[in-house]
């Protein structure tokens, strides 16, 4: 018999790690339910591909050559999975045209379609976009819709049609279970300062979203972060999840503005290494929307900072809604404050919403697997027992991650640049050393 074939579309392939935890969990989640649905594990494989399977020449061109690869990943599928991707953001993102066009092609191929903890973005009658998302949301082949924020929108969205849609958790939340405690050990070492997580983002973030915040400006927020908790007795550590945009900020933040290096982790490459940052943390003030989450998994409290509805709109499913501030709020008396107020009160969950984005691809992959058949979804207590564990980055994969990520490094710096040959020359030597060093064959 032939093995039934899974197409997991999420954003795998971002620079930002927070995008590959969703993956990770994603399969994790996936593998749970086949075997929940007692499918065993010769019986299934999953395809975990690029959200943007639709290829941005593709996009832009519209030469149907550059749709084969696309075509025959779909074609080939048994059912098509949407995991934790933002895929139908239009505002300045393209997302959704992808997704429209991934979506016309399963209807072509009959191939059902399932999204799962998707991002939705507003739906706006008066945008053509928007509309345009909508028309394509009709199609046949989707068969369930989940999202893990703005649920009205998505309601919007499918208007008219039957398509079951659900707010439900972010697969992210099983984090801890996925991942395991990490290397570095958990924070509250005897005799240790309690250590606060300060995730930063890239500069252009806040415009992009139409907040007037400048770099300056958050360079400052930062450091007065770092006095006040300094003032207050914390330890505290700078990094990222992982997108060079965000590395780059937090580079010039530790260089210009004096920021012990010894207090900065600049790199941050894999999902071990985001999930060791955050672990060792007492308590987390984040822009990053990932990492406050992969912290909650963790149990620790975080601070997200507001500059998308997204973050808002987690706090607020998890019952820690003040705990998302809003520009009016960043200031370091301010953040702080609510820091320690939420430390004091620690991270409380609740078992039934975080099993939600299980249970409903449960029923939707039960549907198209095993209609009619007698299973229930795993309670939360199982699924803590038996969610498969994430097992690890390999070396080969390390040096995929990191050649992904310089090659979007050098398409962002030539986009600037006049020629391709003068922008590589313009890399600092020992920028060039540490790019062979990663990049020499694994052993």
Sequence with gaps: ????????????????????????????????????????????????????????????????????????????ADVIVFGGAPLFNYSYQSFYLRTIRTLELAEE??????????????????????????????????????????????????????????????PAVFADVVFGEAKSGLAGRPGARRKVGLVVTRAGIFKDNGIAFTKGEQQKFWLDVIDLLTERGFDYKLFTTGHFTDEAFLDELVKVKGVPQSNAAITVNSQEELVDELSACDGVIAYRLHASITAFAYGIPSIGLSWNFKVPYFYESVGHGDRALGREHWNATDVVGALEKAMAAGVTKDEDFLTSVYSTLFAGLKAIVAPGSDPEPYTYGELREKLPRYPGTTPAQYQEKMRNKLRRIYDTLNARGPKKKAVKRSLPRRVLGKVKRVLRPAR
């Excluded at 649905?37 to 050559?65: E, N, Q, W």
Aim: charged share 20%.
């Design 1 to 76: 018999m032939a093995k039934f074939r899974i197409l997991l579309l999420t954003n795998r392939d971002s620079d930002n790690v927070g995008d590959q935890i969703i993956e990770a969990t994603a399969v994790s989640i996936i593998k749970g339910i086949m075997a929940n649905l007692g499918v065993p594990t010769s019986d299934y494989a999953i395809s975990s591909r690029a959200a943007g399977i639709i290829s941005r020449k593709y996009m832009s061109s519209g030469d149907p050559a550059l749709l084969a690869p696309a075509r025959a990943a779909i074609s080939a």
């Design 109 to 170: 191929y009959n191939v059902p379609v399932l999204f799962s903890s998707i991002g939705v973005e507003p739906y706006d009658p008066t945008n053509p976009k928007s509309v345009a998302l909508k028309e394509a949301l009709s199609l046949s082949c989707v068969r369930q819709i989940t999202t893990r924020d703005d649920f009205a929108s998505l309601q919007k969205y499918v208007e008219g049609t039957e398509i079951p849609v659900a707010h439900v958790s972010d």
